[in-house]
């Protein structure tokens, strides 16, 4: 079965600095897809960044970015000049092609420090 | 562009009582998610509607919970009787199909006494 295990139940981070959420899944699926997702607590997910499991080159999205490291089944994402409005939680999300069907992680509770 | 529409945004019903929750997706998407969210954790995904038709429905508890995606647009996903486990937020998302972005509501927080 699929899993997605963010081991960072909170993290902070000083504004303007950089911060590394960490996620690691397991699968035996080779065809697959990873996002995070932002959750601020007025409770809209929004998605932040996607990866093609197909693809070697790591996802960019202005200030987010991830590593991923397939082998390992790794999938972190960098928030590079952290700002107020990043502070959320963010969710690790697995979706075996095809299906549509996300698999979540526990979250990781972000605060941003002025 | 309107966005997902959920409504209630919150309900308090008594144990046994029967509630439901309305969704409105994305004009043109044809997939719609339901998902349960537990207080600080990851969504659950419930069910997955392509079009009019519930394509997975394996984390349904079906004695109690239903859907419903009439025409292929609006969702009501309902429970009967609520018990105090079901206290959650129901989220709604919707996609063009399901090899595409899925948004979110904003969900409905239920609370059971």
């Known amino acids: 079965a699929q899993t997605v295990t963010q081991s960072q139940p909170e993290m902070s981070v000083q504004e303007a600095e950089t911060v590394t959420l960490s996620c690691t899944y397991d699968?035996?699926?080779?065809?697959?897809?990873l996002f995070w997702y932002k959750q601020p607590p007025s409770r809209q997910m929004i998605l932040v960044i996607r990866q093609e499991a197909y693809k070697q080159q790591n996802a960019t999205e202005n200030r987010f970015s991830v590593n991923f490291q397939k082998a390992a089944k790794s999938f972190s994402l960098k928030i590079s000049d952290s700002q107020l409005g990043d502070a959320a939680m963010y969710f690790c999300a697995y979706s075996y092609s095809n299906t549509g069907k996300l698999i979540f992680g526990q979250g990781t509770t972000l605060q941003v420090k002025p | 562009e309107a966005g997902v529409v959920q409504s209630p945004r919150y309900k308090i019903i008594e144990k046994k009582q029967p509630v439901a929750f309305w969704c409105n997706p994305i004009s043109g998407h044809n997939t719609l998610y339901w998902y349960l969210q537990n207080l600080g954790q990851g969504p659950e995904l419930l069910i997955r509607y392509e079009n009019e038709e519930a394509v997975d429905d394996s984390q349904l508890p079906k004695d109690r919970f239903s859907a419903e995606r009439l025409k292929g647009v609006d969702s009501t996903l309902k429970i009967q009787p609520a018990e105090l486990g079901d206290s959650a937020v129901y989220l709604c998302?919707?996609?063009?199909?399901?090899?595409?972005?899925?948004?979110f509501g904003p969900g409905t927080r239920l609370t059971v006494l």
């Open positions: 699968t035996s699926e080779s065809d697959y897809y």
């Open positions: 998302a919707s996609s063009l199909d399901h090899n595409n972005e899925q948004f």
